[in-house]
C-alpha cells in the first residue's frame, strides 16, 4: 500500500471515529443522579409546518423578506391617493403580514386553522436518532441545553417536550403530562425534573393547576412566562407606542454601536420617527387590528394565557369590540377565561410548590432592549419578554435607570430588585443574558446544569461561581469576569 493510499484510508478512518464518538456522546454518558429531565422549548416560529410530513411540507411562517419590505412600501406610495399615505401603508402592510403570518391563524375555538404539523419526540435522546442530529447543528438555546444535558446527565435521562405555541395551552399541559408520565415510567422513577423555556411557562403554570407537582423533583423556569408578561398584554389591550429613547437604545443594541443610537436621537430623527409612527398608529390601528391581529395573535390562546388576569377584560374589549363578535368568538372567549382563572390563582399555586416537595429555581436576564413598540419596553427585559415577570415579579428599573431602592437582592447596578419576587432565594438574575441564554457550552448553560445535577435542594448560595447577580457577554453567555457579580 503506497503511502497516498494509506493517508486516505487514515483520513476515512479518522471521519468514522468521529462521526461514531458523536453518536457515542449522547448514549454513554453516564450521570450521578439520574433522574429524569424534561426540558420544555419555547414559542419557535421556524418550527412549525404546513402539510407536515409530505411533499408539499413549508414553515407556517413564511419570512420578512427585503422583498417583501420594498414592495410594501411600494404599494404605499402607488396608492397614497387612496385615503392618504398611512392608509395606503396600512393596507399594504396587513397584506404583507397576512402573507408571512395568515397561516398562523386559529379559528373562533382558538384551533388551527390550516394543517399543521412538527417534530415530536416521544422518547430520550437516547432513542431519537432525528433528535440527535438535530442537537448536532443548534448550537443556542433550547436545543444546546438538551443537547448539553444529554451529553452530562446521559442521553436516556433527557427528554425534549416540542409543541404547537399558538394552542391552547391547558391543552398542551395534558400533552406535557403525556411525556413526564412516559419518562417516569421508562425510568422506573417517582419525579422528573422540568426545565420550561419562554412560553413553556404558561403551559407549566397549565400543568400544575391540572396535575399538581406531585411528579416534580425540580422545576426550572428559564426565561420563562410562568408570571405573564408585559408585551402580550399591552399589544392585545392595543396600547402600541414608542418614543425617542426607546428606539434609540432599540438601534444601538441591533447594530452593537452604543453611540449610534444618541446620535441619532440628537439629529432629531428618532424624535420624528416616534412622531410619526405613533400618529399613524392613532390613525391605523384599529384598520390593522380588524384587519390582521384579531384573527392571528388574537385568536392564539398562548398569547391569552400570558395576559396578566386583572388586564383580561381590556383585552377582549380591544380585539373583540363589538357583541357581534363576542358571540362569534364565544368558544375561544371561554377558553380565555378558563386561563385568566388559572392565571388569578398562579402566585398562591407556585408559592406551594417547595412545600410539595419541588426545588424551584428561576432564571433569567435584563439589560435588553426589546423591539420597541409598547410601553413597557422602556422597562427591563432580555430582547424579547419582560424581566420583570421572568424573574417572577420583580421591581425593575427603565433601562439605563437605576432603583431608588438597595439592599441584599438588588443588583448591583440598581436595575432589580428580588426582595418580592415569588423566589428571592432562588432566582438568578443575568446582566446580558438575553432569551433562553443557553448556548452550548455557555457558563449559562452550566447554571441550569449545575442544579439539575444537585440531588438536594439549591439555592443562589449553592454555587460559587454563580451568585444571584452576573454579567454575561451578549454573544458567548460566559461570565464577564471583571463585571461580575459587580455588574
Not at 102 to 124: H, T
Not at 177 to 184: H, M, V
Not at 306 to 316: A, E, R
Amino acid at each position: 500500500m503506497n503511502g497516498r493510499v494509506k493517508r486516505i484510508c487514515a483520513l476515512l478512518l479518522t471521519f468514522a471515529l468521529l462521526f461514531s464518538a458523536a453518536g457515542l456522546c449522547f448514549s454513554e454518558a453516564a450521570s450521578a443522579d439520574p433522574c429524569p429531565v424534561v426540558i420544555a422549548r419555547g414559542m419557535d416560529f421556524n418550527r412549525l409546518y404546513t402539510n407536515y410530513g409530505s411533499p408539499a411540507v413549508r414553515p407556517l411562517f413564511h419570512g420578512v423578506t427585503a422583498a417583501g419590505i420594498v414592495k410594501t412600501l411600494a404599494s404605499a406610495m402607488k396608492n397614497a391617493g387612496d385615503g392618504g399615505f398611512n392608509h395606503a401603508l396600512a393596507v399594504a402592510a396587513v397584506d404583507f403580514a397576512r402573507e408571512i403570518l395568515g397561516d398562523m391563524a386559529c379559528d373562533n375555538k382558538g384551533e388551527s386553522v390550516q394543517n399543521v404539523g412538527y417534530a415530536k419526540y416521544d422518547c430520550s435522546v437516547a432513542e431519537s436518532p432525528a433528535l440527535q442530529a438535530l442537537l448536532m447543528t443548534s448550537p443556542s438555546q433550547e436545543e444546546a441545553l438538551v443537547r448539553a444535558a444529554a451529553e452530562t446527565l446521559g442521553a436516556e435521562n433527557v427528554y425534549f417536550f416540542t409543541y404547537d405555541y399558538r394552542l391552547d395551552p391547558y391543552a398542551l399541559a395534558s400533552q406535557l403530562n403525556d411525556l413526564i408520565e412516559l419518562a417516569k415510567a421508562a425510568h422506573g422513577a417517582e419525579k422528573v425534573d422540568l426545565v420550561n423555556c419562554s412560553m413553556a411557562g404558561v403551559i407549566t403554570d397549565c400543568y400544575l393547576a391540572r396535575y399538581g407537582g406531585a411528579s416534580l423533583r425540580k422545576c426550572i423556569f428559564l426565561s420563562s412566562t410562568f408570571c405573564g408578561t408585559n408585551v402580550a398584554t399591552e399589544i392585545l389591550q392595543g396600547k402600541v407606542y414608542t418614543d425617542e429613547d426607546m428606539l434609540a437604545r432599540y438601534v444601538s443594541q441591533m447594530t452593537r454601536l452604543p453611540l449610534l443610537g444618541k446620535f441619532l436621537k440628537a439629529t432629531g430623527l428618532l424624535k420624528l420617527a416616534a412622531r410619526w409612527f405613533n400618529g399613524f398608529v392613532e390613525e391605523e390601528k384599529d384598520y390593522v387590528y380588524e384587519n390582521f391581529l384579531r384573527d392571528t395573535f388574537g385568536t392564539m390562546l398562548s398569547f391569552w394565557a400570558n395576559v396578566q388576569p386583572d388586564k383580561v377584560d381590556d383585552c377582549i374589549a380591544m380585539i373583540f369590540p363589538t357583541d357581534e363578535l363576542k358571540a362569534e368568538y364565544a368558544p375561544l372567549i371561554e377558553k380565555i377565561r378558563r386561563l385568566q382563572g388559572i392565571m388569578e390563582n398562579r402566585d398562591a399555586m407556585l408559592r406551594a410548590l417547595p412545600a410539595q416537595g419541588v426545588d424551584v429555581s428561576v432564571i433569567a436576564g435584563y439589560n435588553s432592549a426589546p423591539i420597541p413598540l409598547y410601553p413597557s419596553a422602556a422597562e427591563q427585559t432580555d430582547a424579547i419578554l419582560d424581566s420583570r415577570w421572568m424573574l417572577g415579579c420583580a421591581e425593575v428599573s427603565p433601562l439605563d435607570g437605576k432603583l431608588e431602592t438597595a439592599g441584599d437582592r438588588v443588583s448591583p447596578d440598581g436595575a432589580v430588585d428580588l426582595t418580592n419576587v415569588l423566589f428571592p432565594e432562588d432566582t438568578w438574575a443575568i446582566r446580558n443574558a438575553g432569551h433562553v441564554p443557553t448556548a452550548y457550552g455557555s457558563d449559562c448553560t452550566a447554571l441550569v446544569l449545575s442544579i439539575l445535577q444537585t440531588p438536594g435542594e439549591t439555592n443562589v448560595e449553592s454555587f460559587e461561581r454563580f451568585p444571584q447577580f452576573f454579567t454575561v457577554d451578549y454573544v458567548t453567555k460566559n461570565i464577564v469576569k471583571e463585571k461580575s457579580p459587580i455588574c
